[in-house]
């Protein structure tokens, strides 16, 4: 592992998912009246991170790709302990799939000459999981996702994880440099510190990248450089259940006589 | 903005995950599936099998509905790893143009398809639980968004492949016909051992259960407060397996293999009893597809009631003893001394 290495933390801000609501007339998502918020896995990563720098030294930088409130995330990174943070952020961008997202955030890791990216396993609103291996695969890193347990290995420079897997789990050894998406709820992330916290708010300035700063073509990025289109939206019509309330077990057992459902 | 040539993409892959010979469910799953879609298109159902001796396996994949099957053979992919297995599978993704890839939504799936999807610039849709195609083969990848409040349909029309992960246990599995005949082809290995990125140590997946297999299920959710007695006595009486939410998972009261949700497993049972389980949105995600649901909770207001066939509003820790003894009395016979 390089002495000090740059650990890049991948957040995003999101619509707190419970507040998320549909317009009756238009069926179209009102995501406005929704709180934004960091999106919660990346509390988990945010605090693999601060691990890995407990253990070996170095800095961590948080970077967020998003419209100028998005900064507000690097806020809540840097009050938990990052030393820096950074917002990627032009409107260029605007409309970007998992593909130029995943290009713009790896254009920034080379920016920042990361040497470890962390990331959360998906975010809320999105939920694809598939920006962190595409970090990587933009980048040619290796990559190890679904991340339980993380362990720097300073003499040979590589670093071991214990992924979770259908049934069980595996243990992998990647060679850095390395991309890593941590499993949701996998560590418990740290509160924010006092004295941080009061930095983030009254001091701490982020950077601002723009496709300009990152040597990125912008006919590269945004909606018409996405592979994927949203075709459409359907309001999911909740499965229809009886709802019985019943009061005791042998109703219950009733009830569900009539059904065959029972041995 | 691209000058892709969408004629010179054609057949439906469909990815078949193994592990030391195991064949995950998803792949015959999406075998099914798939199958109607190459039909719709009128193009060939071609399965894919990376690994280490799996001839066997690709032999299972024509026996489960493949018209041809192309093998990549080498120690190097076992077990699996991201890097040889995305750069193997793309490199046959680039040679031989398919329209569709299907990939399943496991841990292994999600883990590699994007390092085929970033080289190749195919499109990629994440996690779906329904696909068609359109009359000029466009592919309508649909999954669950926001919390699983709308059913997005996601579509490529300017890049090829379109490939989508597509989630376990929402589709019937394909039937093994023995007699069914395919054709099987090797293809090069471009991947070598010296230029890997990673070393798997140890891969422990003793304990799997298959819950999307179960006909009866009971869950466990963050009302049991670790005690999982009530829980394992009535699966017992009901002849279920035991599930959780994400919530008993986290806690590590139950292992993940069995949770129940957005990020776990999608069941299908004939009965599933949600056990001081809120009914959370990601939660419901994954149990929507059950015959007949059972929510036990002590809190009247709890938004699983909405989501329930029956509901019976209690402290768990009485109602599911009270529940097993009545259903154990009733499956004893009579004996008369
Ligand atoms: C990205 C993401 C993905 C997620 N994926 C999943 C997923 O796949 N699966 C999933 O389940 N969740 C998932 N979640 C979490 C989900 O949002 C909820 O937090 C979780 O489902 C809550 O679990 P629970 O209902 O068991 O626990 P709680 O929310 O703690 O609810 C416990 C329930 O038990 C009841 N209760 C308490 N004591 C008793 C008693 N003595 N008797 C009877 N009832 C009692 C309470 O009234 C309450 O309703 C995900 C969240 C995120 C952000």
Request: aromatic share 4%; with cysteine.
């Given at each position: 592992?390089?002495?000090?290495?740059?650990i890049?933390?991948?957040?995003k801000?999101?619509?707190?998912?419970?507040?998320?609501?549909?317009?009756?007339?238009?069926?179209?998502?009102d995501?406005?009246s929704?709180?934004a918020?960091?999106?919660?896995?990346?509390?988990n990563?945010?605090?693999?991170?601060?691990g890995?720098?407990?253990?070996?030294?170095?800095?961590v930088?948080?970077?967020?790709?998003?419209?100028?409130?998005?900064?507000?995330?690097?806020?809540?990174?840097v009050?938990?302990?990052?030393?820096?943070?950074?917002?990627?952020?032009?409107?260029?961008?605007?409309?970007s799939?998992?593909?130029?997202?995943?290009?713009?955030?790896?254009?920034?890791?080379e920016?920042?000459?990361?040497?470890?990216?962390?990331?959360?396993?998906e975010t809320?609103?999105?939920?694809?999981?598939?920006?962190?291996?595409?970090?990587?695969?933009?980048?040619?890193w290796?990559?190890?996702?679904?991340?339980?347990?993380?362990?720097?290995?300073?003499?040979?420079?590589?670093?071991?994880?214990?992924?979770?897997?259908?049934?069980?789990?595996e243990?992998?050894?990647?060679?850095?440099?390395?991309?890593?998406?941590?499993?949701?709820?996998?560590?418990?992330?740290?509160?924010?510190?006092?004295h941080?916290k009061?930095?983030?708010?009254?001091e701490?300035e982020?950077?601002?990248?723009?496709?300009d700063?990152?040597?990125?073509?912008e006919?590269?990025?945004?909606?018409?450089?996405?592979?994927?289109?949203?075709?459409?939206?359907?309001?999911?019509?909740?499965?229809?259940?009886?709802r019985?309330?019943?009061?005791?077990?042998?109703?219950l057992?009733d009830?569900?006589?009539?059904?065959?459902?029972?041995? | 903005?691209?000058?892709v040539?969408?004629?010179?993409y054609?057949?439906?892959w469909?990815?078949?995950?193994?592990?030391?010979?195991?064949?995950?469910?998803?792949?015959w799953?999406?075998?099914?599936?798939?199958k109607?879609?190459?039909?719709?298109?009128?193009?060939?159902?071609?399965?894919l099998?990376?690994?280490?001796?799996?001839?066997?396996?690709?032999?299972?994949?024509?026996?489960?509905?493949?018209?041809?099957?192309?093998?990549?053979?080498d120690?190097?992919f076992?077990p699996?790893?991201?890097?040889?297995?995305?750069?193997?599978f793309r490199?046959?993704?680039?040679?031989?143009k398919?329209?569709?890839?299907?990939i399943?939504?496991?841990?292994?799936?999600r883990?590699?398809?994007?390092?085929?999807?970033?080289?190749?610039?195919?499109?990629?849709?994440a996690?779906?639980?329904?696909?068609?195609?359109?009359?000029?083969?466009?592919?309508?990848?649909?999954?669950?968004?926001f919390?699983?409040?709308v059913l997005?349909?996601?579509?490529?029309?300017?890049?090829?492949?379109?490939?989508?992960?597509?989630?376990?246990g929402?589709?019937?599995?394909?039937?093994?016909?023995?007699?069914?005949?395919g054709q099987i082809?090797?293809?090069?290995?471009v991947v070598?051992?010296?230029?890997?990125?990673?070393?798997?140590?140890?891969r422990?997946?003793?304990?799997?259960?298959?819950?999307?297999?179960?006909d009866?299920?009971?869950?466990?959710?963050?009302?049991?407060?670790?005690?999982?007695?009530?829980?394992?006595?009535?699966?017992?009486?009901?002849?279920?397996?035991?599930?959780?939410s994400?919530?008993?998972?986290?806690?590590?009261?139950?292992e993940?293999?069995?949770?129940?949700?957005?990020?776990?497993?999608?069941?299908?049972?004939?009965?599933?009893?949600?056990?001081?389980?809120?009914g959370?949105?990601q939660?419901?995600?994954?149990?929507?597809?059950?015959?007949?649901?059972?929510?036990?909770?002590?809190?009247?207001?709890?938004?699983?009631?909405?989501h329930?066939?029956?509901?019976?509003?209690?402290?768990?820790?009485?109602?599911?003893?009270?529940?097993?003894?009545a259903?154990?009395e009733?499956?004893?016979?009579?004996v008369?001394?």
């Amino acid at each position: 592992m390089t002495d000090h290495p740059t650990i890049v933390v991948g957040i995003k801000q999101v619509p707190d998912d419970d507040e998320v609501s549909i317009d009756p007339d238009t069926g179209r998502l009102d995501r406005s009246s929704a709180p934004a918020v960091l999106n919660r896995p990346d509390r988990n990563a945010l605090e693999a991170a601060l691990g890995i720098r407990d253990e070996v030294g170095g800095r961590v930088v948080a970077m967020t790709m998003g419209p100028p409130p998005a900064a507000e995330v690097l806020e809540v990174a840097v009050a938990m302990g990052c030393d820096d943070g950074v917002l990627v952020s032009d409107v260029a961008f605007g409309g970007s799939d998992t593909w130029p997202t995943s290009l713009t955030l790896a254009r920034t890791v080379e920016y920042l000459d990361g040497d470890i990216v962390v990331c959360g396993e998906e975010t809320t609103d999105s939920s694809t999981g598939q920006v962190p291996p595409g970090i990587a695969a933009h980048l040619g890193w290796a990559q190890l996702t679904y991340v339980e347990e993380l362990e720097p290995l300073p003499e040979t420079g590589q670093l071991a994880a214990r992924r979770d897997v259908e049934g069980g789990y595996e243990r992998v050894i990647a060679d850095l440099p390395v991309v890593v998406a941590v499993a949701f709820g996998e560590n418990h992330p740290r509160p924010a510190g006092l004295h941080r916290k009061i930095y983030a708010e009254t001091e701490f300035e982020p950077v601002t990248l723009d496709a300009d700063d990152l040597g990125i073509d912008e006919n590269t990025v945004g909606l018409a450089a996405s592979p994927t289109q949203v075709g459409g939206m359907d309001t999911i019509e909740g499965v229809e259940r009886e709802r019985v309330t019943v009061g005791t077990v042998d109703e219950l057992i009733d009830e569900l006589a009539g059904t065959e459902v029972l041995p | 903005m691209t000058d892709v040539n969408s004629e010179e993409y054609e057949d439906v892959w469909v990815f078949v995950e193994e592990h030391d010979g195991e064949v995950m469910g998803v792949s015959w799953e999406l075998l099914e599936e798939a199958k109607s879609l190459a039909e719709e298109t009128g193009e060939d159902l071609v399965a894919l099998v990376i690994g280490h001796d799996v001839h066997d396996v690709a032999e299972r994949a024509v026996s489960r509905g493949a018209d041809r099957v192309l093998v990549a053979d080498d120690e190097v992919f076992e077990p699996y790893r991201a890097d040889p297995y995305g750069e193997q599978f793309r490199a046959m993704v680039e040679a031989r143009k398919p329209s569709i890839v299907l990939i399943g939504g496991t841990h292994t799936g999600r883990d590699f398809a994007g390092r085929v999807a970033v080289p190749s610039h195919a499109g990629l849709t994440a996690d779906c639980t329904e696909i068609d195609v359109d009359d000029d083969g466009v592919l309508q990848a649909r999954r669950p968004a926001f919390g699983g409040n709308v059913l997005a349909t996601i579509i490529c029309e300017e890049h090829r492949p379109q490939m989508a992960t597509i989630r376990p246990g929402v589709f019937e599995s394909a039937p093994a016909e023995p007699d069914r005949e395919g054709q099987i082809e090797h293809v090069d290995v471009v991947v070598d051992e010296a230029d890997t990125l990673t070393e798997v140590l140890e891969r422990n997946t003793n304990e799997t259960v298959d819950i999307t297999e179960a006909d009866r299920i009971v869950a466990a959710g963050g009302g049991v407060d670790g005690d999982l007695a009530p829980i394992r006595r009535l699966a017992d009486a009901l002849d279920a397996e035991v599930a959780a939410s994400r919530r008993a998972v986290d806690e590590g009261w139950i292992e993940g293999s069995r949770q129940v949700g957005q990020t776990g497993k999608t069941v299908r049972p004939e009965l599933y009893v949600a056990v001081g389980i809120s009914g959370a949105v990601q939660h419901l995600e994954g149990m929507n597809d059950s015959d007949v649901v059972v929510a036990i909770n002590n809190d009247p207001n709890a938004p699983i009631f909405e989501h329930a066939d029956y509901g019976i509003v209690g402290d768990l820790f009485e109602v599911c003893p009270a529940l097993a003894e009545a259903l154990e009395e009733t499956d004893t016979p009579e004996v008369t001394p």
